[in-house]
């Protein structure tokens, strides 16, 4: 039995065999691929956008938490300035 499709438009998911998998069917009759390409290429620069500042706040936070952990082994161990 097929699996059941999702979405709308010429561009359906369905599920995939595991979890990490999208799969997409394309109905050329009913829609233009190239604006549907176009719209996928936006989403996804968006999401890579997106990922990117995930990124920098991760590692800005680590910094952060590093600096801290720094500062409380100095204080701990008598190398602080204060």
């Known amino acids: 039995m097929a699996q059941p499709l999702y979405g709308s438009g010429p ?6 065999a595991s979890s990490d998998e999208i ?5 050329p009759v009913h829609g ?3 604006e549907e390409i176009d719209g996928l290429h936006s989403r996804v620069r968006m999401l890579k ?7 920098s706040e991760a590692k800005f936070q680590n910094d952060f938490l590093n600096q801290l952990s720094t500062n409380d082994t100095r204080k701990s161990s008598g190398w602080s300035k204060e």
């Open 23 to 27: 799969q997409l069917r394309i109905d």
């Open 32 to 34: 233009d691929l190239d």
């Open 49 to 55: 956008g997106v990922a990117q500042e995930i990124n």
């Open 11 to 16: 561009l359906r998911s369905r599920n995939a």
